[in-house]
């Protein structure tokens, strides 16, 4: 028996040394990612001024993404090599071209503290002071390159400090950001046992040269802010306020305003009510002066470069193509040299409601019946705003003025038996082209959107999407068609068509098809596409990035080790 005792423990031991000499070893993680498009001539598409859409120089071009990390015990290491070639796709940031290395970071972490030198991403609360991240769709990727420190001494305490300088294209911003950010679980200090409560507190600073003679304003600018987040049972509210210290205001693009010295602020009120079957969930925002970026003269530009904050659109996300056409973008800039366009920021907010109708009421029948109800409204800050010299304005904290968008809609959904499911919403829309786009005209439209998904067994699905758009301006009626094939979890194709029939120019009653197919084995995705590309905005997250009318082939290739 003693002999067996003997035997096991040293088998044990040799396993547990086995693991131990594995981990030594360290592992490699990584992924690929190229997305490629080959712009075709269009003859039968054309822009606003009549003129057929051609291919631009180097038609074929390409977006590609290479990242490899080395783990071994508490450290970690990696880098990120990108190829724009020819060139970047359309409309992405100029500044990204040729191949080159993007990013590297090495890390140090245990328990209590998380070190990083390189690249890094980070956010501070909500992100409406500091928020760096990566968004191919997008083309943003502001990491910061420099030194981040997180110490955590005990489960209910967590201090950040860094500084760096932002990346744009393959080189770093003038401007130094640095910052820290405290937080401290209440809940955790007093053990609560029902409750939850944090507090946090942020400062970030942004240290800029200028070449303004004479400045009325710092090199450094300061900026604060407060949060708490309380929550008991199914109830939570979650607050938060910034504040941007006074710095110069870029309206004009490539232009400071040295006569024009003015802080900026955020408020941020967040609260709801959620259970099974459930859900009720209120925002409110206010912003006022908000745009923060690494180099003062980034302000305006449309590629998000050197963006340090998060501003995203707090509106329902819609899937539905058409409810897309006239997406809501945050407004927290500052225009008063314009006596038919003057703004200072955005105040409004959303409600959502959500109820689940039980399985076996008269509403919810055999398998119960989803209903959503979404309401968001955004103006402009009301007040005084003098735009001849000295142009300035003052504005009410509570108060509004020209209403830049409403969206109230409605999304029920209805499983009708284990193989068939049904989607079904109504949309209204206002949107101030005007004000949110800086061009003119208003817009009034109403969707309605519908949805059939069946599957045929358990492998194979089709899924058709109808919808129309009927808008009392600019591009007018749109009707849209999706179907989508789903074979198993490996194989899939698509055919849609978007089809603007009520333009009142008939030379841009487009139709805007595409055809596609995706193919999925273990990790990775391939995925490859014909078709016309809409004009408009792509967004992800409340975020959107313009993107130009196209015809053409794209394929897409994504794949992890």
């Known amino acids: 028996m003693k002999r067996i005792i003997v035997m096991g423990l040293l088998g044990l031991s040799a396993a547990a040394f086995a693991q131990e000499k594995e981990k030594d070893k360290g592992t490699f993680s990584g992924g690929f990612e190229t997305n490629a498009q080959w712009y075709l001539n269009d003859k039968c598409l054309f822009d606003e001024f009549h003129n057929p859409v051609v291919h631009p120089e180097d038609p074929l071009r390409s977006n590609s993404y290479l990242f490899v990390n080395y783990k071994i015990k508490n450290w970690t290491f990696g880098i990120q090599a990108e190829a724009y070639e020819q060139q970047a796709l359309l409309n992405y940031n100029p500044k990204y071209e040729n191949a080159n290395v993007a990013t590297y970071f090495a890390q140090f972490k245990n328990e209590k503290i998380d070190v990083t030198a390189g690249y890094y991403y980070e956010q501070f609360g909500s992100g409406l002071l500091l928020r760096t991240w990566e968004d191919r769709a997008l083309g943003i990727n502001n990491a910061l390159r420099g030194l981040r420190f997180i110490y955590k ?23 130094k950001i640095f910052g820290a950010d405290a937080e401290l679980t209440l809940s955790d200090v007093f053990k609560f046992e029902k409750d939850e409560l944090a507090i946090g507190f942020t400062y970030v600073g942004r240290d800029e040269k200028t070449a303004v003679a004479n400045p009325n304003f710092n090199q450094l600018t300061n900026a604060f802010a407060g949060r708490i987040n309380y929550s008991h049972n199914g109830y939570y509210v979650s607050s938060e306020y910034d504040y941007k210290g006074k710095d110069a205001v870029v309206q004009v693009k490539n232009q400071i305003d040295n006569n024009l010295i003015k802080p900026g602020s955020a408020f941020l009120l967040n609260m709801g ?66 006596v038919n366009l003057v703004k200072a920021g955005e105040i409004g907010g959303q409600i959502d409601l959500f109820y689940n109708f039980k399985k076996g009421t008269a509403l919810g029948g055999k398998y119960g019946t989803k209903v959503a109800l979404n309401y968001a409204e955004y103006h402009g800050l009301g007040g005084d705003f003098y735009i001849y010299s000295p142009q300035d304005y003052h504005t009410d904290f509570i108060g509004f003025g020209e209403k830049y968008f409403t969206d109230a809609n409605i999304e029920i959904t209805k499983k009708w038996n284990e193989k068939w499911q049904s989607g079904f919403s109504y949309i209204n829309q206002y949107y101030n082209k005007k004000y949110i786009q800086e061009t003119y005209g208003e817009v009034k439209s109403n969707i309605v959107g519908a949805e059939t998904t069946c599957k045929f067994n358990n492998n194979n699905s089709v899924r058709v999407q109808a919808e129309h758009l009927w808008a009392n301006s600019d591009k007018r009626n749109w009707a849209s068609l999706l179907t989508e094939f789903n074979f198993g979890t490996k194989y899939s194709m698509y055919v849609s068509d978007m089809y603007n029939y009520g333009n009142e120019d008939a030379k841009l009653q487009h139709h805007y098809y595409s055809v596609g197919s995706a193919y999925r084995y273990k990790s990775t995705r391939i995925a490859l596409a014909y078709g016309r590309q809409r004009g408009g905005l792509v967004c992800v997250g409340g975020v959107c990035r313009y993107v130009p009318e196209s015809t053409g082939v794209s394929l897409s290739l994504n794949t992890s080790f």
Do not use: C
């Open 273 to 338: 009510y959620s259970k099974k079957g459930f859900g009720l969930d209120a925002t409110f925002r206010r912003l006022e002066n908000m745009s923060f970026y690494a180099e003062r003269l980034a302000k305006g530009n449309q590629y998000n470069d050197l963006i340090m904050n998060y501003v995203p659109s707090l509106t329902k996300q819609h899937h539905y193509n058409l409810a897309n056409i006239y997406v809501y973008q945050a407004q927290p800039n500052v225009i008063i040299n314009d």
């Open 153 to 175: 001494p005990t489960k209910y305490f967590t201090l950040k400090t860094l500084y760096g300088q932002m990346r744009t294209g393959f080189d770093v911003s003038e401007g």
